[in-house]
């Protein structure tokens, strides 16, 4: 069975930052494209950031764009969302996902997700 821990979050203040972490087992981790969404309260989740593990593409959505960074470490089956200069607007819980591949944002192209982690920046 495929699982996703997400782990790394937490409340820091604005310009602070935060490493999140997603441990995956079950499945041949090499062969998926991985991806962090956020969602903030009463807002759809939305994607931040994704990578295709095989290739080592990494694709951002424009908001994160220069503040975060995806990474992954295939030894240890972890994928990693280096968040820095956070903003108030970063609030949300964000998840880690997995998916076979296609459009990096697309929801619908992720079959496997996490239980999230919570981010809270304050102004």
């Known amino acids: 069975q495929v699982q996703l821990v997400e782990s790394g979050g937490g409340s820091v203040q604005a310009g602070g930052s935060l490493r999140l972490s997603c441990v995956a087992s079950?499945?041949?981790?090499?062969?998926?494209?991985m991806g962090w969404f956020r969602q903030a309260p009463g807002k759809e989740r939305e994607g931040v950031a994704a990578?295709?593990?095989?290739?080592?593409?990494?694709y951002y959505a424009d908001s994160v764009k220069g503040r975060f960074t995806i990474s992954q470490d295939n030894a240890k089956n972890t994928l990693y969302l280096q968040m820095n200069t956070l903003k108030p607007e970063d609030t949300a819980m964000y998840y880690c996902?997995?998916?076979?591949?296609?459009?990096?944002?697309?929801?619908?192209?992720?079959?496997?997700w996490g239980q999230g982690t919570q981010v809270t920046v304050s102004s």
């Open positions: 996902a997995a998916g076979y591949g296609g459009r990096w944002s697309e929801i619908t192209n992720y079959l496997f």
């Open positions: 079950g499945y041949t981790y090499k062969s998926y494209q």
């Open positions: 990578i295709y593990i095989g290739g080592g593409n990494t």
